[in-house]
């Protein structure tokens, strides 16, 4: 049975951090592209995130590109997703899942039909 689970989620006020952390069991950890998708209420799921599977590529959305950095440990089956200089815009859920990058190579787009295992999504909540 495959989990994915996230942590570190929170309340921050804006121009602070947090490191969002997401482990995976019960699947092959370092065949799969990991990736964080965000959702605000109202709001379509945005793909934010994603690394390849031996850490060669990484793909950012504009909306996050220069504040948020990706990172994997193989080892640990855990991705990160260091978040800085945190703005009320980026409050949202945000999911971590495994997949693919398909439709990056494609389109240059991050979409969620590429990801078959999700986790549940961690809260993060920037104050202004």
């Known amino acids: 049975q495959v989990q994915v689970v996230e942590s570190g989620g929170g309340l921050v006020q804006a121009g602070g951090s947090l490191r969002l952390s997401c482990t995976a069991s019960?699947?092959?950890?370092?065949?799969?592209?990991m990736g964080w998708f965000r959702q605000a209420p109202g709001d379509e799921r945005e793909g934010i995130s994603c690394i390849s599977s031996d850490s060669g590529r990484t793909y950012y959305a504009d909306s996050v590109k220069g504040r948020f950095t990706i990172s994997r440990d193989n080892a640990k089956r855990t991705v990160y997703l260091q978040m800085n200089n945190l703005t009320p815009e980026d409050t949202a859920m945000y999911y971590c899942?495994?997949?693919?990058?398909?439709?990056?190579?494609?389109?240059?787009?991050?979409?969620?039909?590429?990801?078959?295992?999700w986790g549940q999504g961690t809260q993060v909540t920037v104050s202004s």
């Open positions: 019960g699947l092959t950890f370092d065949d799969y592209t």
């Open positions: 899942a495994a997949g693919d990058m398909t439709t990056i190579d494609l389109l240059g787009v991050m979409v969620g039909a590429d990801f078959r295992y």
